[in-house]
């Protein structure tokens, strides 16, 4: 009998973004993305919130967690692995501070300068195995992995606090943001949003998207449709019931946003 081939469920790569390098857009994924600051520094707005990123910093992001990055700082090296909660494994996830609720939020964690180029050679050998692809490749992803992590467990200051570096112009940005996130079930609109941020409504919409990669109305009707897929798999209640709740006024605009969003319609999202 053949030996079965493991799938790869693990992704990792390394690049360098120059200064002012625009993503293509914000975005969430299914699984964790752990980020890396290999040397520069860079923006992340995540879930409402700015953080700054700076060399031998690492972040990791949850599951379906909105982000955007920003390079603005100069060039910057990053490196960073996607994986999911088997790929890590619970003998790894019980060593990590607070054990599985490290993995439920956003963290900060700092590498100290003279364990930087061991990690740094790490993330290469996994974007190495990336390429080659062959039938270990996904046994040895997964160990590497788990060596990575351990390697932060033993070595990194984990910040029990993220610390609060938000510039005065992001501040109001977060603000909008955080204001979008507490009022989306209401009928709000621009001028309210604008006003919680202190900016008029048209030099906010510039500020918002340059900071966070879609514009004001973007944001809060991917937060609704956010919360409505939450919604969807965890009551019993109708889709218009849903739809209205999560601040939308129409229910069959509320279906035609969620299936462009998510590839299908609100009820065979419920189904699957």
Do not use: W
């Not at 990792?12 to 964790?32: L, S, V």
């Not at 603005?72 to 599985?100: K, N, T, V, W």
């Not at 062959?134 to 467990?153: G, K, Q, T, V, Y």
């Amino acid at each position: 009998m053949g030996e079965t081939q493991t799938e790869n469920t693990i992704f990792a790569g390394c690049e360098t973004r120059e200064a002012g390098y625009i993503m293509p857009g914000p975005h969430c994924h299914g699984c964790f993305e752990l980020f890396y600051a290999e040397n520069g520094n860079c923006n992340f707005f995540i879930d409402n919130n700015m953080h700054y990123i700076h060399s031998g910093d690492f972040i990791l992001i949850p599951p379906d967690v909105f982000h955007y990055t920003r390079y603005s700082g100069g060039p910057c090296r990053r490196c960073m692995a996607h994986f999911s909660r088997a790929d890590l494994g619970g003998e790894i996830i019980d060593l990590l501070p607070g054990r599985e609720k490290f993995l439920e939020a956003v963290r900060i964690f700092q590498l100290p300068e003279p364990y930087r180029e061991q990690i740094s050679g790490l993330f290469a050998r996994m974007a190495g195995e990336i390429k080659l692809s062959d039938r270990c490749s996904a046994h040895l992803l997964r160990a590497m992995l788990r060596e990575l992590f351990l390697r932060c467990i033993r070595e990194c200051l984990f910040l029990e606090d993220i610390p609060e570096q938000i510039h005065t112009t992001d501040r109001q940005i977060v603000a909008a943001a955080q204001f979008i996130s507490g009022h989306y079930s209401e009928r709000i609109d621009a001028a309210e949003i604008a006003a919680a941020a202190g900016y008029s409504p048209n030099y906010l919409s510039r500020k918002f998207k340059k900071a966070v990669g879609i514009g004001v109305h973007e944001y809060l009707l991917f937060v609704r449709l956010k919360q409505a897929a939450l919604e969807l798999v965890t009551t019993s209640d109708s889709v218009t019931e849903i739809a209205f709740r999560c601040g939308f006024s129409d229910s069959n605009y509320f279906k035609d946003a969620f299936k462009k969003k998510y590839g299908v319609t609100p009820r065979a999202y419920r189904k699957t």
